[in-house]
């Protein structure tokens, strides 16, 4: 059996790598090609990842995204504001209303 610092180690190991992957690749062509409706979703005091550097950027680049951000809320927006994100989501599957914190 591993040991629990030998599986700290990998699990610090992985995370470094595909932080270091997402944060270095460009998918701007990508978002270019959605097709799809789509929803983007990002807490305003993302600490992690800042919501100008990502999600407004995404938004902008997806033809016809709707996009929401959530004031104050952090990375795992998720986990955090669980209840508004499941509301948010469904009401945009249904094609209703749905938040609008700045839309």
Do not use: W
Not at 51 to 75: E, F, T
Request: hydrophobic content about 35%.
């Amino acid at each position: 059996m591993q040991s629990e610092l030998q599986h700290a180690v990998r699990n610090r190991r992985c995370s470094y790598k595909s932080i270091k992957a997402f944060s270095e690749t460009d998918f701007t062509e990508d978002l270019k090609k959605f097709d799809v409706p789509t929803l983007v979703l990002h807490g305003e005091d993302d600490q992690v990842v800042p919501v100008k550097n990502s999600a407004m950027k995404s938004a902008q680049l997806i033809k016809g995204a709707k996009d929401i951000y959530y004031p104050g809320a952090p990375h795992g927006i998720t986990a955090t504001h669980q209840d508004q994100i499941n509301a948010d989501l469904l009401a945009f599957i249904k094609g209703e209303k749905y938040h609008v914190a700045n839309s």
